[in-house]
């Protein structure tokens, strides 16, 4: 084995231009005076820096995020940031931990700067934007929207609550569908479905949930509109109703919709009436006005009639008045063919499509096995398109309606038991206009309660008359006269009254029907010929609740808030009110000469006096009269052929002792020189029936 040579070393020296001068860092050996005289001999040349400037120093570095970005429920894609550590949070010029950063004046770092009202408001506006913005572009995707507006709305800024929730209004209207929601309990929520359904069914629940605190919170905020709330401001509560009133108007068939007309029923059941009021009423009538299926109605009817009983009917007038624009089996009315009868052709429609033949009449159609289960597999589709289609059938909605018409005619009766006079004149427009939909075993108690109604009437009437101040200062302390309040005109309600009654019989066998239960009309014919004198002098005989006036100075409940409407009842005019009541009773086929000819006499007189275009009613009403009866009434226009004796008396009560055969019709003469065309033209078209009866 080599021996390896050993390895030379060198000794390395410093080079000659090193400085030999001591370091700084003294030795512990010799005197402190020796130490002391060489750093006054070395110290002025020493670079006290330079061991610290060649020490190496923690560079600030960027720290290394590893995590992959993610995409959030806004869908928005975002890089998350690591969490700062001890390590990261060390003084990388010190060395030392920081603690809390505080800035100049000592306040953390750490905390948001004071923002202003306004820039919240701006920043509230920005994000509800952009968050309305993703929810309208895939509201599926980005379904955790709807909790952020609702945490937005939470805000206890007046101005922000506002805003979302008008945000929210307009979101609703927009992603809401076509149809209810069902809400799924938890064994559905384990079902195994597939990837496509278990979307849309978690869309539909976010959606739901959303969507019923929202209709919470409106509830909450609205009850700031009423009388006696004050914690709640006005603004907000304002907002919150208008938001129930769209949405009721723009989804009546999505969930929640009893909770929706419960605060417009609660802020209408309240004393205090301003455009809130009137917005609510207006909502209401639509709803009834537009509805095609019939739910809708009945929720809003039935909790309408428990309010109005839980207050103890003491409600405005117009809440009564929203009946009036119900759909009560108004499209049902047509009569079936009577020489044919429409068969059900789904099932044979159905075999027909499994084999393509035509089965024989009376002989059973013969289905293979294979076709027997196709059948029924098409018998379970249609079944479920059925459930699930959003249209009611005419038999479901002829049931909804029925009910509704009992709640209607049920608190209609209980009003006129209790005789609340100022709801009088809207519970007689209500049976006015649905009379022909009354069971004929309530006409008795019906009419004897429209009998003390007229007779209310008359007596409010005449002590107008003897002393007008009594229309001032009447109250309704429950006596006879003072049952029809101070607001109510007298003639209107005994018109209506006389007209309900009418109409009772109106589309129904009225001979066998008065005769079977006894109807006695007579009162109610006399009332009528009674009142024509009156009425064709009544100003305001062609205005409805629609029709500009000017308020009475005399009258002493003229003073009402402005921009609200101080009419009553006046739903129909009275010139139509009294026109249906005329045409009851002068057209039947069965009607007395001497009642006949007192009622044409009494109509010519009244054309006088009445303005142009009921005048023309009139004179429309006389000719139907005279080519139907001509023969009874033709001696009117012919003096050579009266055939009473005296005098006619048109101021009399009785109908038929008012003698009218012993009268002519001389207004046919004045009616020549009106000043409107039509009336001219109409007397003419009378004097040519006249002259062709009997030929």
């Given at each position: 084995m080599a021996i390896m040579p050993a390895v030379k070393r060198r000794k390395l020296s410093p080079p000659e231009n090193v400085d030999r001068r001591p370091s700084p860092s003294f030795s512990l050996e010799g005197s402190d005076v020796d130490r002391q005289g060489d750093y006054f001999k070395y110290g002025a040349g020493w670079n006290l820096e330079q061991n610290y400037e060649q020490r190496p120093r923690k560079q600030k570095r960027e720290r290394e995020n590893s995590r992959l970005p993610i995409k959030t429920a806004e869908g928005r894609i975002e890089q998350v940031v690591r969490p700062l550590t001890d390590n990261d949070e060390e003084d990388s010029f010190l060395g030392t931990s920081s603690g809390k950063d505080t800035d100049s004046e000592g306040g953390f770092l750490g905390e948001e700067p004071h923002v202003s009202t306004q820039g919240r408001i701006v920043e509230a506006k920005e994000e509800l934007a952009r968050v309305a913005t993703l929810l309208n572009q895939d509201p599926e995707e980005h379904a955790g929207g709807f909790r952020i507006l609702g945490q937005i709305a939470s805000s206890p800024n007046p101005t922000i609550k506002k805003l979302a929730l008008a945000t929210q209004l307009i979101v609703y209207k927009d992603v809401i569908p076509g149809y209810r929601i069902r809400l799924h309990d938890n064994t559905e929520v384990l079902e195994k479905l597939s990837k496509d359904v278990r979307r849309l069914r978690s869309y539909e629940q976010a959606l739901v949930g959303s969507y019923q605190n929202y209709v919470k919170d409106l509830a909450s905020c609205a009850k700031g509109s009423r009388a006696d709330a004050t914690d709640i401001p006005t603004d907000i509560a304002s907002v919150a109703i208008s938001c129930a009133c769209s949405l009721l108007l723009a989804v009546p068939h999505f969930n929640f919709r009893s909770e929706l007309l419960k605060i417009l029923i609660d802020r209408v059941g309240s004393n205090k009436r301003d455009l809130d009021f009137q917005k609510c009423i207006s909502t209401l009538e639509n709803i009834f006005r537009d509805d095609e299926d019939g739910s809708p109605s009945l929720d809003g009817v039935s909790q309408l009639t428990k309010m109005i009983k839980a207050c103890d009917y003491r409600v405005d007038e117009s809440v009564l008045n929203t009946f009036l624009h119900l759909r009560l089996l108004a499209e049902f009315t047509s009569k079936g063919s009577q020489n044919r009868i429409d068969k059900y052709k789904g099932a044979e429609s159905r075999i027909n499509s499994v084999n393509g033949k035509t089965p024989k009449v009376g002989k059973k159609q013969f289905l293979t096995k294979k076709q027997r289960k196709l059948l029924r597999e098409q018998k379970a589709v249609e079944k479920e398109f059925k459930e699930a289609d959003a249209i009611v059938g005419h038999e479901e909605r002829d049931r909804l309606q029925a009910e509704t018409l009992k709640l209607v005619f049920v608190t209609y009766f209980r009003i006129l038991k209790a005789r609340v006079p100022h709801l009088m004149g809207a519970v007689l427009e209500g049976l006015a206009k649905y009379a022909h939909l009354i069971n004929q075993d309530f006409f008795g108690d019906l009419l004897e309660a429209l009998r003390d109604l007229v007779r209310q009437a008359d007596e409010l009437l005449d002590a107008v008359q003897n002393d007008p101040e009594t229309r001032r200062d009447v109250e309704p302390t429950g006596s006879a006269v003072a049952v029809a309040s101070s607001t109510r005109d007298p003639i209107r309600a005994s018109l209506l009254a006389t007209t309900t009654a009418f109409t009772l019989l109106d589309g129904q066998d009225a001979a066998r029907a008065a005769s079977s239960l006894s109807l006695d009309l007579t009162f109610f014919i006399a009332q009528l010929y009674k009142s024509l004198h009156t009425l064709s002098l009544h100003p305001d005989l062609e205005l409805s609740s629609k029709s500009l006036?000017?308020?009475?100075?005399?009258?002493?409940?003229?003073?009402?808030?402005?921009?609200?409407?101080?009419?009553?009842?006046?739903?129909?005019t009275s010139s139509v009110l009294l026109l249906r009541a005329l045409s009851a009773v002068m057209t039947p086929r069965s009607v007395p000469p001497v009642r006949l000819a007192a009622f044409t006499k009494q109509l010519l007189t009244a054309s006088v006096?009445?303005?142009?275009?009921?005048?023309?009613?009139?004179?429309q009403l006389l000719a139907q009269v005279l080519k139907m009866h001509g023969s009874k009434v033709v001696s009117l226009w012919n003096t050579e052929e009266r055939k009473g004796d005296g005098v006619f008396d048109g101021e009399r009560a009785d109908v038929e002792g008012s003698n009218p055969f012993a009268s002519t019709a001389w207004e046919g003469e004045l009616l020549k020189c009106h000043f409107c065309p039509k009336v001219r033209d109409g007397v003419k078209g009378l004097e040519k029936i006249v002259r062709g009866v009997g030929k």
């Amino acid at each position: 084995m080599a021996i390896m040579p050993a390895v030379k070393r060198r000794k390395l020296s410093p080079p000659e231009n090193v400085d030999r001068r001591p370091s700084p860092s003294f030795s512990l050996e010799g005197s402190d005076v020796d130490r002391q005289g060489d750093y006054f001999k070395y110290g002025a040349g020493w670079n006290l820096e330079q061991n610290y400037e060649q020490r190496p120093r923690k560079q600030k570095r960027e720290r290394e995020n590893s995590r992959l970005p993610i995409k959030t429920a806004e869908g928005r894609i975002e890089q998350v940031v690591r969490p700062l550590t001890d390590n990261d949070e060390e003084d990388s010029f010190l060395g030392t931990s920081s603690g809390k950063d505080t800035d100049s004046e000592g306040g953390f770092l750490g905390e948001e700067p004071h923002v202003s009202t306004q820039g919240r408001i701006v920043e509230a506006k920005e994000e509800l934007a952009r968050v309305a913005t993703l929810l309208n572009q895939d509201p599926e995707e980005h379904a955790g929207g709807f909790r952020i507006l609702g945490q937005i709305a939470s805000s206890p800024n007046p101005t922000i609550k506002k805003l979302a929730l008008a945000t929210q209004l307009i979101v609703y209207k927009d992603v809401i569908p076509g149809y209810r929601i069902r809400l799924h309990d938890n064994t559905e929520v384990l079902e195994k479905l597939s990837k496509d359904v278990r979307r849309l069914r978690s869309y539909e629940q976010a959606l739901v949930g959303s969507y019923q605190n929202y209709v919470k919170d409106l509830a909450s905020c609205a009850k700031g509109s009423r009388a006696d709330a004050t914690d709640i401001p006005t603004d907000i509560a304002s907002v919150a109703i208008s938001c129930a009133c769209s949405l009721l108007l723009a989804v009546p068939h999505f969930n929640f919709r009893s909770e929706l007309l419960k605060i417009l029923i609660d802020r209408v059941g309240s004393n205090k009436r301003d455009l809130d009021f009137q917005k609510c009423i207006s909502t209401l009538e639509n709803i009834f006005r537009d509805d095609e299926d019939g739910s809708p109605s009945l929720d809003g009817v039935s909790q309408l009639t428990k309010m109005i009983k839980a207050c103890d009917y003491r409600v405005d007038e117009s809440v009564l008045n929203t009946f009036l624009h119900l759909r009560l089996l108004a499209e049902f009315t047509s009569k079936g063919s009577q020489n044919r009868i429409d068969k059900y052709k789904g099932a044979e429609s159905r075999i027909n499509s499994v084999n393509g033949k035509t089965p024989k009449v009376g002989k059973k159609q013969f289905l293979t096995k294979k076709q027997r289960k196709l059948l029924r597999e098409q018998k379970a589709v249609e079944k479920e398109f059925k459930e699930a289609d959003a249209i009611v059938g005419h038999e479901e909605r002829d049931r909804l309606q029925a009910e509704t018409l009992k709640l209607v005619f049920v608190t209609y009766f209980r009003i006129l038991k209790a005789r609340v006079p100022h709801l009088m004149g809207a519970v007689l427009e209500g049976l006015a206009k649905y009379a022909h939909l009354i069971n004929q075993d309530f006409f008795g108690d019906l009419l004897e309660a429209l009998r003390d109604l007229v007779r209310q009437a008359d007596e409010l009437l005449d002590a107008v008359q003897n002393d007008p101040e009594t229309r001032r200062d009447v109250e309704p302390t429950g006596s006879a006269v003072a049952v029809a309040s101070s607001t109510r005109d007298p003639i209107r309600a005994s018109l209506l009254a006389t007209t309900t009654a009418f109409t009772l019989l109106d589309g129904q066998d009225a001979a066998r029907a008065a005769s079977s239960l006894s109807l006695d009309l007579t009162f109610f014919i006399a009332q009528l010929y009674k009142s024509l004198h009156t009425l064709s002098l009544h100003p305001d005989l062609e205005l409805s609740s629609k029709s500009l006036r000017l308020p009475d100075p005399d009258f002493s409940h003229a003073s009402q808030q402005p921009g609200l409407n101080s009419n009553k009842v006046n739903f129909a005019t009275s010139s139509v009110l009294l026109l249906r009541a005329l045409s009851a009773v002068m057209t039947p086929r069965s009607v007395p000469p001497v009642r006949l000819a007192a009622f044409t006499k009494q109509l010519l007189t009244a054309s006088v006096h009445v303005p142009e275009k009921s005048a023309q009613a009139v004179l429309q009403l006389l000719a139907q009269v005279l080519k139907m009866h001509g023969s009874k009434v033709v001696s009117l226009w012919n003096t050579e052929e009266r055939k009473g004796d005296g005098v006619f008396d048109g101021e009399r009560a009785d109908v038929e002792g008012s003698n009218p055969f012993a009268s002519t019709a001389w207004e046919g003469e004045l009616l020549k020189c009106h000043f409107c065309p039509k009336v001219r033209d109409g007397v003419k078209g009378l004097e040519k029936i006249v002259r062709g009866v009997g030929k």
